[in-house]
């Protein structure tokens, strides 16, 4: 099955740019979703489809993707960005669908 | 406004079963593929099951494939998951969330608040 790997933890001060990564093989032929859950709160979709923004969303989240590599980008970061954070990507064949998660990153606001 | 409302979570023992329904509001219910997530105490996502908007196609993850059952009624805007053969590891807080996009899978643009299931004897 497809594993995505996430770092555990980032911390960045306030004001500067958090990067938060997720890898699998070749990720970057797939389409790659990245949602923000705070504490007793479900998650938030921030970005999807590798860069783009749902409504709502502040322009501070960016996403990319390529190779074996995708990046959510925080810019600006302030304090109520703290949270966990996880990628998701869709892996299907021809016997199988599935909905993949990475194990997640916390996000620390020092 | 656009909302999902789980219901039905509880403490269970070991080998039984339980019901989660979510009551979905605000949008074509009809028209979105729906999941369910689940979240370990202290763990990351995990995804369940999937439904197509029209109840035709379900998809499982291997580690609740044979146990759990995805349905929805369309006429009551409502998924649900029946969970039998309950074990310690289904313990979870359970989503449920509605795919953004008519057609794919993915991503999710609405969650749930979520339902707690205990599994313990």
């Known amino acids: 099955s497809y594993v995505l790997t996430q770092p555990p933890s980032v911390s960045v001060a306030p004001g500067q740019t958090a990067r938060i990564t997720c890898g699998g093989n070749n990720i970057g032929s797939k389409s790659v979703h990245w949602y923000q859950q705070k504490p007793g709160q479900a998650p938030v979709l921030v970005v999807y489809?590798?860069?783009d923004r749902p409504s709502g969303i502040p322009e501070r989240f960016s996403g990319s993707n390529s190779g074996n590599t995708a990046t959510l980008t925080i810019s600006r970061v302030e304090a109520g960005d703290e949270a966990d954070y996880y990628c998701?990507?869709?892996?299907?064949?021809?016997?199988?669908?599935?909905?993949?998660f990475g194990g997640g990153t916390k996000l620390t606001v020092l | 406004q656009v909302q999902l409302v789980e219901s039905g979570g509880g403490v269970v023992q070991p080998g039984g079963s339980l019901r989660l329904s979510c009551a979905a509001s605000g949008f074509t219910f009809s028209s979105y593929g729906m999941h369910w997530v689940r979240q370990a105490p202290g763990k990351g996502l995990e995804w369940v099951a999937f439904?197509?908007?029209?109840?035709?196609?379900?998809y499982y993850a291997d580690s609740v494939k044979g146990r759990f059952t995805i349905s929805r009624d369309n006429s009551k805007n409502t998924l649900y998951l029946q969970m039998n053969s309950l074990r310690a590891e289904d313990t979870a807080v359970y989503y449920c969330?509605?795919?953004?996009?008519?057609?794919?899978?993915?991503?999710?643009?609405?969650w749930g608040q979520g339902t707690m299931v205990t599994v313990s004897s």
């Open positions: 969330a509605k795919s953004l996009f008519q057609l794919q899978w993915l991503p999710f643009d609405i």
């Open positions: 489809d590798d860069s």
């Open positions: 439904i197509r908007y029209d109840g035709s196609n379900k």
């Open positions: 998701q990507v869709w892996d299907s064949s021809s016997d199988h669908q599935d909905v993949v």
